[in-house]
Structures are given as C-alpha cells and as structure tokens.
C-alpha cells in the first residue's frame, strides 16, 4: 500500500470522525448544520457513507492480497504421424507378408490402390472414372509392368518380379506395391506413365 493511500485514508477517517463526534466543535457543526439546507446536509450524509465505504476498498488495495493471473504454458505443437506411416506399417507387416494368413490385407491394400490409381488417372488423363478403371483394369495407365500387373488383368512373371524383390530384402508382394505407389505418385507428379 503506497503513502497516498495510507494518507487519504487517514484523512477520510479524520473527517468521517469529525462530523460524527461533532460534539467537541459544537457550535461550529450547529452553525454549519443550521445555516444550510436540507440538500446541503444529505449531501453530507452521502459523503459520510461513502467515507465509510472507502475503508475496505482502501484496506483491499495492499500488495499482499493481490492475486496476478500466471500466464498459461505456451501451446505446444501437437506430433502427427507423417502421411503414409499406416500404409507403410500395414505393408511391412507380417499378416501383410504371410501368403496364406494376408489374404483379406493384400486384397484391402490393393483396393486402396487401385481406387488411388483411378483417381489419379481421372486427373491426369481428364477423363471420367469408368474411362480410367478401363485403362487400370487392362493395365494402360502405367509404362510400369510391375504396377500395371499388379492392378490390372496383365499377367507379370512371379520368377521375375521375386528376382527383383530379392536384392531389396522385401517380398514379391511388397515390391510389387511399392512400384505400384512409385507409379501413381508419378502419375500425380506429372511424370510420364
């Protein structure tokens, strides 16, 4: 609490005390009381009360009983998985890798893709969805013979595409998909099928 404070208090209550004791200065408060109107002295009353009204709020005001607001932690950024992590995790495995076990996940991974597939020539072709499920399903849509095997009806030597899974250290299956998500990706790109 400051000095000002400390000071106007005092000096209210002073006040405050003078014109309720009155007795001491009688005559004075007599003639002052006497000589004014009935404004005068409800102006008084209302100066008196607000007097007294002042005492808390001038008591309140001390350092001690100030509660500051504390500023909230600073927001933080929230970690998302990179685009893509679940089909990566699903293609990696091993219900994925299994021959017999993966069957209903190949086949799930494949509809993905070849929903993916269609879309992306549907944009890059510009041509409706029937068009483009056309060119997926006789597997036109791709220079890639893996990717095209894989979507489409062609049919792509095993003995070939496990050669060329085996230096990777990854599946025919997964090779094969892994073209297949190069193919489109490029197709999105712009690059030639």
Sequence with gaps: ???RQILLGVCGLLCLGLGLVGGGVGSLVTEV?????ADYKLMMVLSAVALVAAVPVVVSGRERNLDQAETPDPEVPVDVPPAGREFDET?????FRTPLVGISTRKQVKRRLRKAAVEAVMRAENCDRSRARRL????????????AAFLGNATQSVVRTTAAALPRRVTPVEYRVRRTVEAIYGLERGDSR
């Design 136 to 147: 997926v399903r006789r597997g036109d849509w791709t220079d890639d013979s893996e990717a």
């Design 33 to 37: 009381f006497s000589g004014t109107g």
């Design 1 to 3: 609490m400051s000095a």
């Design 91 to 95: 293609i990696q495995g091993w219900r």
